[in-house]
C-alpha cells in the first residue's frame, strides 16, 4: 500500500470516528434535551393547571373537566390528581401512537417521559398531587427526524472533509509522487531527471540526490556510446575506402546464411586490384590510394541499387560485394558495369589496364552454406576470374538436393496454417554462471498431414523465401495467447518475431487485438525479441511496440545483435531484458569494444546472451569475455543448481 | 483576638460533642466564622441552642422556637443582599448575613425544623397575597394532618396562627419538595431527583448540597 494511501486512510478513518462521535454527541445532546423537554412541558403543565385546579374549591367534577381539557388539548400520556391519602382522584391515561418512526429505532432509544406533578391546593387546604406525563410520540418523531437530519448533513460534511483531505493530502504528497516516480523509473533502469526540485526539505535532498544520481548514469551511458560508436568505427570500418571491412562482412554474414533467412541465396562478388605495386611505381602511393577510394565508390554506387548488399574491403587488394537476393545475371551484369567503370578510372588516373586491372569472381551461394564455405568458394571463382580473358568468373554453387520443391513447401505450410498444425517446443537460455534456466526460448515444429514432423530449421526458410513466415507469426501468436501452454506456468519465455511480421502494416494492430483479449491471463512472463535490423532504426513503429508491450507487462529482447549501429541511444530507449548475439561475435569483439557494450548494458540493466553455443570450449571463452548466459547445445552441457 | 477565636471554636468542639449531630457542622462552621466573622457563628451558637433545647419538644414547641428565632432576623430585599431580584438563600447565607426576605425565612425555618424531626410531608411551602401589604409573600404552613388546617409561620407577624386567623393573606400555591420527588418517583419517567422539579427549590437543594455560604 502507498504511502499515499496509508495516510489517507489512517486520516479518513480518524476524521470519520471524529464525525461519528460528533454526530452521537449531538444525537445524544438532541435527545436529552427532547426528554427535558418533555418534562419541562409537564411540568409547566402541571404547576399551570394545579394553580386552575385550585379554583375549583374541591370540586372533583370541576377538576375532572379541566384535566380533561388540558389532556385532551395537548400531547399528554397521562394526568392524573392524587388525594392527600394516596387515592386517584381523576386519571387520564392515552395510548401512545408513535407513526413515521421505525420499530428499529423505537427499540434502539428508549425514551420514557418524566412524571412531573404539582400541589393542588384548596384555599389554604391540601386537595392532592397532580401527576402529568407528556406523550413520548412527539419526542420519537422529532429525535427520529433530528437524527436523519444529523446523518445527511454530516455524510455531507465527511464526503466534502474527505474530499478536501484528498486534495490536501495530494498537494502535499506531490513531491513525494514525483521522487517515486523517479525512483520506480530508475528500478525500470529509466533515468529521468527531475526537473522540479520540491521545497520539502527531505523531498529536496533526495530529488536532488536522485538527480546526481541520474546524471551520472546518463553520463556513463553517453561515454559508453560514445566509446562503442568509435570501436565500431575501428573494428568494421576501413579506414582509407570508408568501406566496411571483413570483420563485419563476417559478422553480418549469420543474417544471411541462417535457417530462417529470408533470402534464399545471392551472389557474393569478390574483387581484386592486380598490378597495384606497378601502379605506386609509376604514379605514386598517393595517386594509388585516390584510384582505391575511386573504385570504392564505383563498387559503393553499383551495389547501391542491390538491397541489403554489403560491399566490404576484404584486405589490401581485394573487395567483396555481397548480393542477396541477386540473380546470376543481375550480378553478371553489375560485375561488367564495375568492371568497366573502374577500367575507366584506372586509365583516367594514366595506367595501363593490361598491368593495373580487377577480376570479378561471382559465386553463387544458398542461405544452407557456411561463411567458410562462402569465402572458400568466393575465392576460388575469384582465382578462376583472373585467369580468364573478360576478367570475370560466375562459379555456382553445387545445388543441394531440394527434398521438397517450393510448391510442396507452400503445400504443407498453407495446411499447417489452416488446421493450427504449428506447436511449439521450447529451449532453455542458461545462465552459466549461476547455473540456472534464465528463460525459455520458444521455437515452432510443424506437424503435417502426413504427420511428419518438421523442425523449425526446416520450414521457417522454405516459409520466409515463400512470403508465409508472417501468417505463420500470426498463427502462432494467437495459439500462444488464446490456448497457452499451463506446462509453462510461472516460467518466462521467449518468442522471436522476424523483421518482416513486425514490418507489415496490420501487425500492431493484430497484437493490440491479442494482447487486449489475452494478455491478463497469460500464465508465464513474456519477452518478445526483436531483431536489432529493425530495432535500430528506434522508429515510430519500435516505439508503438514497445509502448503496447509495456502496457501489458511484456519485456522485450533484441535478437541477431552485431552493434553495427550509429548511436545506441536505442538501447536506452527501447531498455530490453537482454540483447541475444552469435557466439562469434563476442568472441571476436576487441576488449575495448565490449567493455563499451558493457558499460552501456549495465547502465540500463541489459544482460547479454550468446547464442548458437555448441561446447564448453566456447563457453569457456563467452565466460572469459563476462558473457555467461548462453543458447545453443552447450546448455546441455552445464549442470543445473 | 485569636484566644477569643480559640474559646469560639473550643466551645464549638465541645458543643458538637454532646450532640450526635449538630444542624451547623463543625467544618462548615469554622468557614461561617471565617466569612461572616464570629458574631456570625455567635448566632449559629444561639440557633444551635435553641434548637438542642426543643429537640425532645413537640411539634408546637418546635414551630414556636423556630419561628421565634428567626423572626428576630432583619427583612432586606434580594436586591439589596444580593443584588438580585430573587434569590433563595441557604440557611447559612440568610442567618451568616443576618438578613433576607420572606422565602430565605420560610427555607430557614423549613430546614431547622426538619433537622428537629418535623415531617417533610406537613410542612408546605405556601405562596400568598399578603392583603395587608397588597404584596406577594411567601409563608411556611404546618399540616398536623394532610387534612386538617395548617398553622402559619410568617416573618411579618411574628406569632403562629392557625390559617383561619390570617384574613390578611390569600393561599394561592403551596408545595412540598419532598411531595413533588416522591410523586415523580411514582412515575415511569426516569428518576426526578436528576430533574427539575420545582426551578427555585432545585437551585436551593444544589447550594445546600454545595455548602454555599
Redesign the interface.
Known amino acids: 500500500m502507498t504511502l499515499f494511501r496509508q495516510i489517507a486512510l489512517m486520516l479518513s478513518i480518524f476524521l470519520i470516528i471524529i464525525l461519528a462521535t460528533v454526530l452521537t454527541l449531538n444525537f445524544q445532546s438532541a435527545n436529552e434535551s427532547v ?2 423537554r418533555l ?2 412541558d409537564a ?1 409547566n403543565t402541571a ?1 399551570s393547571l ?2 386552575s385546579l ?1 379554583s375549583a374549591n374541591g370540586d372533583e367534577s370541576a377538576m375532572a373537566t379541566m384535566i380533561n381539557a388540558n389532556f385532551d388539548s395537548g400531547s399528554y400520556s ?1 394526568i392524573s390528581l ?1 388525594d ?2 394516596d387515592e386517584i382522584i381523576f386519571e387520564r391515561i392515552a395510548e401512545s401512537e408513535i407513526k413515521d418512526v421505525p420499530t428499529w429505532f423505537r427499540d434502539t432509544v428508549k425514551i ?8 393542588v ?1 384548596a ?4 386537595v392532592g ?1 397532580l ?1 402529568v ?1 407528556s406523550d413520548v410520540a412527539y419526542a420519537y418523531h422529532q429525535l427520529y427526524t433530528i437524527l436523519i437530519q444529523l446523518l445527511i448533513s454530516f455524510s455531507i460534511i465527511t464526503i466534502i472533509a474527505l474530499f478536501i483531505l484528498n486534495i490536501l493530502l495530494a498537494t502535499i504528497l506531490r513531491p513525494l509522487k514525483e521522487v517515486q516516480r523517479q525512483a520506480e523509473a530508475v528500478g525500470r533502469n529509466v533515468f529521468i531527471l527531475q526537473e522540479h526540485i520540491p521545497n520539502t526539505k527531505e523531498f529536496k535532498d533526495v530529488v536532488i540526490g536522485m538527480n546526481n544520481m541520474v546524471s551520472k548514469v546518463q553520463a556513463m551511458f553517453n561515454k559508453g556510446n560514445e566509446e562503442l560508436k568509435r570501436q565500431k568505427e575501428l573494428e568494421y570500418i576501413d579506414k582509407d575506402t570508408k568501406l566496411r571491412n571483413r570483420k563485419y562482412l563476417i559478422d553480418k554474414l549469420p543474417e544471411f546464411l541462417k535457417v530462417d533467412a529470408t533470402s534464399k541465396g545471392g551472389v557474393n562478388i569478390m574483387i581484386a586490384l592486380s598490378g597495384v605495386i606497378e601502379a605506386n611505381e609509376k604514379i605514386g602511393h598517393r595517386e594509388v590510394d585516390k584510384l582505391f577510394q575511386s573504385i570504392a565508390d564505383i563498387f559503393s554506387a553499383h551495389a547501391s541499387n542491390f538491397e541489403n548488399s554489403i560491399t566490404a574491403r576484404m584486405n589490401g587488394t581485394e573487395f567483396s560485394i555481397l548480393l542477396p537476393d541477386c540473380s546470376q545475371k543481375d550480378a553478371l551484369d553489375l560485375a561488367h558495369g564495375i568492371y568497366d567503370a573502374t577500367q575507366d578510372s584506372i586509365q583516367k588516373v594514366g595506367l595501363d589496364t593490361k598491368q593495373t586491372f580487377i577480376s570479378l569472381g561471382l559465386y553463387e551461394y544458398n542461405y544452407t552454406q557456411n561463411i567458410g564455405q562462402l569465402l572458400s568458394q568466393s575465392d576460388n571463382a575469384l582465382t578462376q576470374a583472373k585467369f580468364s580473358q573478360s576478367n570475370i568468373h560466375l562459379e555456382k554453387s553445387e545445388t543441394a538436393t531440394e527434398v521438397m520443391g517450393k510448391d510442396a513447401w507452400r503445400m504443407i505450410i498453407n495446411e499447417a496454417l489452416e488446421s493450427n498444425s504449428f506447436k511449439f517446443v521450447s529451449w532453455t537460455a542458461v545462465d552459466a554462471k549461476r547455473k540456472k534456466v534464465a528463460h525459455n526460448a520458444l521455437s515452432l515444429t510443424l506437424m503435417s498431414n502426413n504427420g511428419t514432423k518438421y523442425f523449425y530449421g526446416q520450414f521457417m526458410a522454405p516459409a520466409n523465401q515463400l512470403g508465409l513466415s508472417s501468417k505463420i507469426y500470426q498463427n502462432v501468436m494467437h495459439m500462444m495467447f488464446s490456448t497457452p501452454d499451463m506446462k509453462l506456468k510461472s516460467s518466462t519465455c521467449s518468442i522471436r518475431l522476424s523483421f518482416e511480421y513486425l514490418d507489415l502494416a496490420d501487425t500492431y494492430d493484430e497484437l493490440s487485438e491479442l494482447f487486449k483479449k489475452y494478455a491478463k491471463a497469460l500464465p508465464f512472463k513474456l519477452i518478445i525479441e526483436m531483431p536489432d535490423k529493425l530495432v535500430r532504426s528506434n522508429s515510430k513503429a519500435v516505439k508503438l511496440y514497445k509502448t503496447l508491450f509495456e502496457m501489458y507487462s511484456i519485456e522485450t529482447g533484441i535478437y541477431e545483435f552485431i552493434g553495427e549501429s550509429a548511436d545506441y541511444q536505442y538501447l536506452q530507449d527501447l531498455r530490453p531484458v537482454y540483447i541475444k548475439g552469435e557466439s562469434s561475435y563476442f568472441l571476436t569483439q576487441s576488449d575495448q569494444s565490449l567493455s563499451a557494450l558493457r558499460l552501456i548494458t549495465d547502465t540500463v540493466g541489459i544482460s547479454l546472451i550468446a547464442t548458437g553455443v555448441m561446447d564448453m570450449d566456447t563457453l569457456h571463452r563467452l565466460q572469459d569475455k563476462d558473457v555467461f548466459v548462453i543458447q545453443g547445445r552447450a546448455t546441455e552441457m552445464i549442470e543445473l543448481a | 483576638m485569636n484566644l477569643v477565636k480559640l474559646l469560639l471554636l473550643l466551645v464549638l468542639i465541645v458543643n458538637s460533642s454532646l450532640m450526635a449531630k449538630p444542624y451547623v457542622e463543625r467544618s462548615l462552621m469554622l468557614k461561617i466564622v471565617k466569612k461572616y466573622k464570629r458574631f456570625a457563628g455567635k448566632r449559629f451558637m444561639a440557633l444551635q441552642n435553641t434548637l438542642d433545647r426543643v429537640k425532645s419538644g413537640s411539634d408546637l414547641d418546635k414551630l414556636e422556637a423556630v419561628n421565634n428565632f428567626y423572626n428576630y432576623v432583619r427583612y432586606s430585599p434580594d436586591i439589596k443582599v444580593y443584588r438580585k431580584k430573587d434569590y433563595w438563600a441557604t440557611p447559612w447565607e440568610f442567618l451568616g448575613k443576618d438578613m433576607g426576605d420572606c422565602e430565605d425565612y420560610v427555607i430557614s425555618k423549613y430546614f431547622a425544623l426538619r433537622y428537629l424531626g418535623v415531617s417533610s410531608k406537613k410542612l408546605f411551602f405556601t405562596y400568598v397575597k399578603s392583603t395587608k401589604f397588597k404584596a406577594a409573600h411567601m409563608v411556611l404552613t404546618y399540616f398536623k394532618t394532610p387534612r386538617s388546617e395548617p398553622l402559619i409561620l410568617d416573618n411579618n407577624n411574628r406569632r403562629i396562627f392557625p390559617a383561619s386567623k390570617r384574613k390578611d393573606l390569600r393561599p394561592i400555591y403551596n408545595f412540598n419538595g419532598a411531595s413533588l420527588y416522591k410523586a415523580g418517583k411514582r412515575g415511569a419517567g426516569k428518576k426526578v431527583s436528576s430533574r427539575k422539579a420545582h426551578k427555585k427549590w432545585d437551585q436551593l437543594k444544589l447550594n445546600m448540597k454545595r455548602k454555599k455560604i
Not at chain 1, 420514557?112 to 400541589?119: C, H, K, T, V
Not at chain 1, 384555599?123 to 391540601?126: A, D, E, L, T, Y
Open positions: 426528554q427535558e418534562y419541562e411540568k404547576t394545579s394553580l385550585g397521562h392524587v392527600v391519602d420514557e417521559a418524566p412524571i412531573a406533578s404539582a400541589n391546593s384555599g389554604w387546604s391540601q398531587i401527576n406525563q
